[in-house]
């Protein structure tokens, strides 16, 4: 998966956004894939059909790939699209557009953990060779779309916009129904009871698991070592297993220096 420089361009300068369009925007390893499968469960009224038939990423295919890009372009009516770009590089016919965005934030220190894991399999990216490898270059922003504070910060400062709903990971975690709720008055849609139970046993972490057409195992070989996977532990709080003391030290630092001056209460999780 490459992301050459003109494409990159053409993405931004060319790139038509719909106001019907629904935008799902995440830093990688946010829990990206479990809000994507959320929202096409709560499209098809909790029915699995779709989930199970059609890979994750030509339902909410990626603008920012080249495959995701074409298949976006010739898709009729509606469309859910996924990025993982910075704010600074997205379309820019999306800023003058009516189309909803839902971002999805997670508590950077599981991010790192959980990108160390996941990129450490990947074949088309620089892999680190040590959790101590990929802390330097996370808190230096030298990773697959740059630094996480940018980004969070950056799509951040649409907040109070009305087309803009901010999720977190944690609250995913906490409370799936009401988050499955907001999203369906966000979207403007209405599930039944035993539908919406439907969305929850499809989207959880066993169901997504098991699921082909959403645990990347049909991208291992090409793109990913045998052992990789995308759905590893699903738990918020797993950093403290592997950050030493000195390096949550140097987080908490950086996020302060980072973040102090934005409402604490986006950031939903204990540290
Ligand atoms: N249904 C689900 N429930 C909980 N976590 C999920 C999930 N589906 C994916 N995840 C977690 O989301 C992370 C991947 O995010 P993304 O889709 O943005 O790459 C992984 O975190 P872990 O590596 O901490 O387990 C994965 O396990
Ligand atoms: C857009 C390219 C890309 C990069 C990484 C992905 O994995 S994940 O969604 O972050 O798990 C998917 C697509």
């Known amino acids: 998966m490459e992301f050459p420089s003109e494409h990159l361009r053409e993405v931004q300068e060319d790139f038509i956004i719909k106001d019907e369009d629904v935008l799902l925007l995440t830093y990688p390893q946010s829990g990206t894939n479990w809000l994507i499968e959320t929202v096409c469960l709560i499209y098809s009224k909790g029915d699995p059909k779709w989930v199970q038939s059609e890979p994750i990423w030509d339902r909410s295919p990626w603008v920012e790939t080249k495959h995701g890009y074409e298949l976006l372009k010739e898709k009729e009516g509606p469309r ?4 993982h770009l910075p704010v600074q590089l997205f379309p820019k016919s999306f800023f003058k557009s009516k189309a909803k965005m839902i971002y999805l934030i997670r508590n950077p220190r599981d991010v790192l953990v959980s990108g160390y894991f996941f990129w450490r399999s990947a074949k088309f990216v620089k892999r680190p060779q040590s959790l101590e490898q990929y802390f330097e270059w996370f808190v230096e922003g030298n990773v697959v779309f740059g630094s996480w504070f940018d980004h969070a910060r950056g799509w951040m400062s649409m907040r109070d ?32 009871p035993e539908e919406l139970n439907s969305v929850l046993k499809n989207s959880s972490f066993q169901a997504m ?18 052992n990789g996977q995308l759905l590893r532990k699903g738990v918020t709080g797993d950093w403290r297993n592997y950050f030493t003391v000195a390096q949550a030290e140097t987080f908490d630092k950086l996020f302060q220096e980072k973040m102090a001056d934005l409402p604490q209460d986006l950031f939903l999780w204990k540290q």
């Open 80 to 83: 859910l699209i996924s990025s």
């Open 161 to 192: 916009k009305e087309n803009f709903l901010i999720l977190s990971y944690e609250e995913m975690k906490w409370d799936m129904r009401s988050t499955v709720e907001k999203i369906c008055q966000f979207l403007g849609k209405k599930l039944e």
């Open 209 to 226: 698991k098991e699921n082909s057409m959403s645990n990347y195992s049909l991208l291992k070989g090409q793109y990913f070592e045998e």
